[in-house]
C-alpha cells in the first residue's frame, strides 16, 4: 500500500495512490497519518477500505494536487551518519562500529516538491538524498533486529538537506547543521514493506539542475534498517510515526573536488527505487 497526504500545507488530507495518476480519498476514514493511526493499527484498518474502493472505482485524480509529506509531523526524526560504505569513504572517516546518532527538528518535515530555503549565514548547504523510517509502533528494549520488522509501518524516500558549515565548523552537535526550515523534504509517499522485495536492494539517486551527482544503493548500509530500529530502541522510546533518516551513499556536495554547495535557483531532483521521486526548488534566505 502506498498511503499520502495531498493539499495545502497544514490542511492535508489522507489518501492512498493507486497508480501515478489516482487516488483513493481515506479522509472520511481517519483523521490523518499521524500517531494515533499509527499506533491503532491503521494501516491494517484501511487495507480493505481502500481495495474495495479501488475496485468499485471511486478514484479521484492526482494531477495538480500538491503532494505533503506522507506523515504528519512526527515526535522525533532521528538520523543515522556515516552510513553508507562508500559515503563514509568520500568523507575520508572510518567506518562506524556503531550506528551514528543525531536529530533533526520535527518542524524541518515539508513535502517532496516543497521549496527547499537556504538558511541565513549559510556557506555551504549540501544534499543527502536517504532510505527514512517510518516506526509503526511505540517501540523499546527490542530482544532482536528480526522483531523490528513489526515495527516498522513503512519506508519514504527523504531529503536529508544539511549545512556543513553549522554541522562542522559551529561547535557542538550536528543539529544545527540539520534543522534549518524546509530541511527534510520526504515522499511523495509510505510504502508499506510488503511492496517491497528487498529493502537493501534498492537504487538511489539525486541529481542538481540535470547533473547526477548521487548514483548509489541501499546495498552498501552500513547498518541495515532492522538492526537500525532495534540498536535505537535500547536507548530510546520510538513511537508511531516517528521518522528515522538511514544515512545517505556518496555523492554529497561535500565529497566533491573541490566541493560543490547549493546555489539559490538549483533544482534537486532524487528518488528510490519503487519509492517515488522529489524535486525541489531552491531558495535564497528569508
Given at each position: 500500500m502506498?498511503l499520502?497526504r495531498i493539499?495545502?500545507?497544514?490542511?492535508?488530507?489522507p489518501?492512498a495512490?493507486?497508480?501515478?495518476?489516482?487516488?483513493?480519498?481515506?479522509?472520511?476514514?481517519v483523521s490523518?497519518?499521524?500517531?494515533?493511526?499509527?499506533?491503532?493499527g491503521?494501516?491494517?484498518?484501511?487495507?480493505?477500505?481502500v481495495?474495495?474502493?479501488?475496485?468499485?472505482?471511486?478514484v479521484?485524480l492526482?494531477?495538480?494536487e500538491?503532494i505533503?509529506a506522507?506523515?504528519?509531523?512526527?515526535?522525533?526524526?532521528?538520523?543515522?551518519?556515516l552510513?553508507?560504505?562508500?559515503?563514509?569513504?568520500e568523507?575520508?572517516?572510518a567506518?562506524?562500529?556503531?550506528p551514528?546518532?543525531f536529530t533533526?527538528?520535527?518542524n524541518?518535515?515539508?513535502?517532496?516538491?516543497?521549496?527547499?530555503r537556504?538558511?541565513?549565514?549559510s556557506?555551504?548547504?549540501?544534499?543527502?538524498?536517504?532510505l527514512g523510517?517510518?516506526?509503526?509502533?511505540?517501540?523499546?528494549?527490542?530482544?532482536?533486529a528480526e522483531?523490528?520488522?513489526?515495527?516498522?509501518?513503512?519506508?519514504v524516500?527523504v531529503?536529508?538537506?544539511?549545512e556543513?558549515?553549522?554541522?562542522?565548523e559551529?561547535?557542538?552537535?550536528?543539529a544545527?547543521g540539520?534543522?534549518?526550515e524546509?530541511?527534510?523534504?520526504?515522499?511523495p509517499?509510505?510504502?508499506t514493506?510488503?511492496?517491497?522485495?528487498?529493502?537493501?536492494?534498492?537504487?538511489?539517486?539525486?541529481?542538481v539542475?540535470?547533473?547526477?551527482?548521487?548514483?548509489?544503493?541501499s546495498?552498501?548500509?552500513?547498518f541495515?534498517?532492522?538492526?537500525i530500529v532495534?540498536?535505537?530502541?535500547?536507548f530510546l522510546?520510538l513511537?508511531?510515526?516517528?521518522?528515522?533518516?538511514?544515512?545517505?551513499?556518496?555523492?554529497?556536495?561535500?565529497?566533491?573536488t573541490?566541493?560543490?554547495?547549493?546555489?539559490?535557483?538549483?533544482?534537486m531532483?532524487?528518488g528510490?527505487e519503487?519509492?517515488?521521486t522529489?524535486?525541489?526548488?531552491?531558495?535564497?534566505p528569508?
Amino acid at each position: 500500500m502506498y498511503l499520502m497526504r495531498i493539499g495545502a500545507p497544514g490542511a492535508e488530507k489522507p489518501v492512498a495512490r493507486i497508480d501515478d495518476q489516482t487516488y483513493v480519498d481515506l479522509s472520511d476514514v481517519v483523521s490523518d497519518f499521524d500517531e494515533a493511526f499509527f499506533g491503532d493499527g491503521g494501516i491494517d484498518r484501511v487495507r480493505p477500505v481502500v481495495a474495495e474502493r479501488a475496485a468499485a472505482g471511486q478514484v479521484s485524480l492526482l494531477a495538480g494536487e500538491r503532494i505533503g509529506a506522507p506523515i504528519a509531523r512526527p515526535h522525533q526524526i532521528l538520523c543515522i551518519g556515516l552510513n553508507f560504505r562508500d559515503h563514509a569513504a568520500e568523507t575520508g572517516q572510518a567506518v562506524p562500529e556503531e550506528p551514528i546518532l543525531f536529530t533533526k527538528s520535527p518542524n524541518t518535515l515539508v513535502g517532496p516538491n516543497d521549496d527547499v530555503r537556504i538558511p541565513r549565514g549559510s556557506t555551504k548547504p549540501d544534499w543527502e538524498v536517504e532510505l527514512g523510517i517510518v516506526i509503526g509502533r511505540r517501540t523499546s528494549y527490542l530482544d532482536s533486529a528480526e522483531q523490528a520488522r513489526d515495527a516498522i509501518a513503512g519506508y519514504v524516500v527523504v531529503n536529508d538537506v544539511s549545512e556543513r558549515a553549522f554541522q562542522m565548523e559551529r561547535g557542538g552537535q550536528w543539529a544545527k547543521g540539520k534543522s534549518a526550515e524546509t530541511f527534510n523534504p520526504a515522499g511523495p509517499w509510505l510504502v508499506t514493506p510488503d511492496e517491497i522485495d528487498d529493502v537493501l536492494a534498492l537504487d538511489m539517486w539525486l541529481d542538481v539542475n540535470g547533473v547526477r551527482r548521487q548514483d548509489g544503493s541501499s546495498k552498501t548500509m552500513i547498518f541495515d534498517p532492522h538492526y537500525i530500529v532495534h540498536y535505537l530502541s535500547q536507548f530510546l522510546v520510538l513511537e508511531p510515526g516517528d521518522l528515522i533518516n538511514t544515512g545517505t551513499p556518496p555523492g554529497v556536495g561535500m565529497g566533491h573536488t573541490p566541493p560543490v554547495w547549493l546555489q539559490p535557483g538549483d533544482v534537486m531532483e532524487l528518488g528510490i527505487e519503487g519509492l517515488g521521486t522529489q524535486r525541489q526548488n531552491v531558495l535564497g534566505p528569508r
